[in-house]
């Protein structure tokens, strides 16, 4: 058994049975973390923990518990650099890894489209592109691949 552990941004994660698939195969934990009561496979790796519906009790949650044996899906920046900082490999839901290198010009990105969409002001909101079975499959690669590393580099238990 590893003391690698997934922890899930579950709110809106489009993934989780594929999360579920590739941990089980790599008997990796699962943590699905919500502010809200969220079914999951009665499995002895896969547990739920229910936050408060406070502003960022999930991320706060999540940023609190991860660290250099965490694997951390969230499709929230903010969220993600926090993860990192605390050693954690982050994945998007779509399978793109947050790098260290990668992260600052994600939050960059992310202003900009605040401020542009605070500077429309008209109400609408585009949200992110559909999601679709490209970005399915690149997470489950990508989840994979983020397991053999972390297993490689955590070396014989």
Same mark, same amino acid.
Not at 20 to 26: N, S
Not at 57 to 86: F, G, M, P, Y
């Given at each position: @058994?590893? +003391? /690698?552990? /997934?922890?899930? &941004?579950?709110?809106?994660?489009?993934? !989780?049975? $594929?999360?579920? #698939?590739?941990?089980?195969?790599? !008997?990796?934990?699962?943590?699905?973390?919500?502010?809200?009561? @969220?079914? /999951?496979?009665?499995?002895?790796?896969?547990?739920? #923990? @229910?936050?408060? +519906?406070?502003?960022?009790?999930?991320? &706060?949650? =999540?940023?609190? $518990?991860?660290?250099?044996?965490?694997?951390?899906?969230?499709? +929230? =920046?903010?969220?993600? &650099?926090?993860?990192?900082?605390?050693?954690?490999?982050?994945?998007?839901?779509?399978?793109?890894?947050?790098?260290?290198?990668?992260?600052?010009?994600?939050?960059?990105?992310?202003?900009?489209?605040?401020?542009?969409?605070?500077?429309?002001?008209?109400?609408?909101?585009?949200?992110?592109?559909?999601?679709? !079975?490209?970005?399915?499959?690149?997470?489950?690669?990508?989840?994979?691949?983020?397991?053999?590393?972390?297993?490689?580099?955590?070396?014989?238990?």
């Amino acid at each position: @058994m590893t +003391d /690698i552990r /997934i922890l899930v &941004d579950a709110d809106a994660c489009p993934v !989780k049975d $594929e999360i579920y #698939k590739v941990a089980l195969r790599h !008997k990796a934990p699962v943590v699905i973390v919500a502010n809200s009561y @969220m079914r /999951i496979p009665g499995h002895a790796l896969i547990s739920r #923990k @229910m936050v408060t +519906d406070s502003f960022d009790a999930a991320d &706060d949650w =999540i940023a609190e $518990e991860a660290n250099t044996s965490s694997i951390v899906i969230t499709a +929230d =920046i903010l969220l993600a &650099d926090r993860c990192l900082k605390a050693g954690a490999r982050v994945l998007s839901p779509t399978g793109k890894p947050f790098t260290d290198a990668s992260i600052g010009p994600a939050i960059a990105v992310r202003a900009i489209h605040a401020d542009l969409r605070a500077g429309l002001g008209d109400g609408i909101s585009r949200g992110p592109a559909p999601f679709s !079975k490209t970005d399915r499959s690149r997470f489950l690669s990508a989840l994979d691949t983020a397991l053999q590393t972390a297993h490689r580099e955590q070396g014989p238990a």
